[in-house]
């Protein structure tokens, strides 16, 4: 209605112009083109999409120009972890000769934008909850080069950086731990610390109700083993939020191997998990615990806190991780494994990162005894009568 009203004003100023004067005043034609193209402006700019604009050379023009801490509180990871992180991807492209695969399009073609800016886009989507078309804007390049980017990124970086990044520790570092923790706390064999977390995710279109989870929330679980650094060194992730720790630890490969890699060392857990010879948990609280269990469930407790810690950095340093809003639950998978490497690489770079989220208080399910070899479980109740009774004297 405001266009017609518009056009004919417009009209009426021609029709005016046109019959009082016969005049070739550039003035009066001035006043009847000029409304003219307006009117037809008016109605191209509903008509037609403008063209997305896009902020070009956003690397070099602006990130080139972060401090320190400005760099670290958009991307989460400081320069060192990045140039880290470039050389081991050039590295393996190197040996590998797949340098391609990180440049790739949908189309199968070469990428124009630069391997920095593809690097740059993938952190950013880690460290944030931006969208796709937001990051492709911001780095100026289009909404299908960001998205191919960032999953070339986690594709690659589950494919050869996983091995190389998430490490048991060798002999030598075990004996190290044990000794640190024994030296800390008294507590004698402590290799490193399991526990699972829930990573939040949009509702899967298929199985979608197995993913809700005790939190009312769907979520996949992430089951890792932490050394005393905050470090990795074991991860197994994918089982649909509604599995309770046990049954995840269960199908785990981590249940077969880990007599063979704990040796006569052990993981400390929560009661989610089975006591057994190389995983140790708290007594079960029934009301009449003697002063040596209480005290050992503390020491036990208080030692334990390191793999809450680890999750909450995680979380905190890779925004990304606290809601997966994909639609492929293995890209969902593979997002939270390539968190997880990136974690370790941080770490190895020492790239400190305080903003930790809260500990979560997620329900354990006690497991059913039945389920687990009983020597070791026999062993394990020895074991860890024995812990805490030498704890009780120290």
Known sequence: MENRKYIAKVAFLSVFFDDSSDSDDSEEDDLVVYPLSLASS????????????RQKKY?????SHFHLDEF????????????GLKEKISSICTQQNISGILCR?????????????????????????????????????????????????????????????ILWP?????????????????FPGIIG?????????????ERGIDYYNRKDFYSIVLQAVVREDLRFIDIFAGFPGKVHDARVFRHSKLFDNGPELCGDGHLLGDSAYPNLSWLLTPFRD??????????YNYTHSSIRSTVERAFGLLKGRFTRLKYLDQND???????????????????LNNDDFQDMMTDEQVPQVMPSAGEYDQALMNRGSLKRLQIARALSHI
């Open 42 to 53: 008016s109605l191209k700019w509903q008509n037609i999409p403008r063209e997305r604009h």
């Open 59 to 63: 690397t070099r023009n602006v990130v």
């Open 72 to 83: 670290k509180t958009f991307f989460r990871v400081d320069r060192v972890s990045v140039q």
């Open 105 to 165: 399009t949908s189309t199968g073609g070469s990428a124009q934008t630069p391997l920095e800016d593809r690097l740059l886009m993938f952190l950013w989507y880690m460290a944030s909850l931006d969208k796709y078309a937001a990051i492709a804007d911001r780095f100026g390049t289009s909404e299908s080069t960001a998205l191919y980017a960032i999953h070339n990124f986690i594709t690659f970086i589950n494919d050869y950086l996983l091995d190389a990044v």
């Open 170 to 186: 060798t002999p030598p570092e075990m004996q190290e731990i044990k000794d640190m923790y024994f030296e800390l706390k008294g």
């Open 193 to 205: 610390f399991i526990d699972g977390t829930h990573i939040p995710i949009k509702r899967p279109s």
């Open 286 to 295: 029934n009301g009449h615990l003697t002063e040596v269990q209480t005290h």
């Open 329 to 347: 639950t293995k890209l969902m998978v593979k997002t939270i494994v390539t968190g997880c490497i990136l974690h370790n690489i941080c770490i």
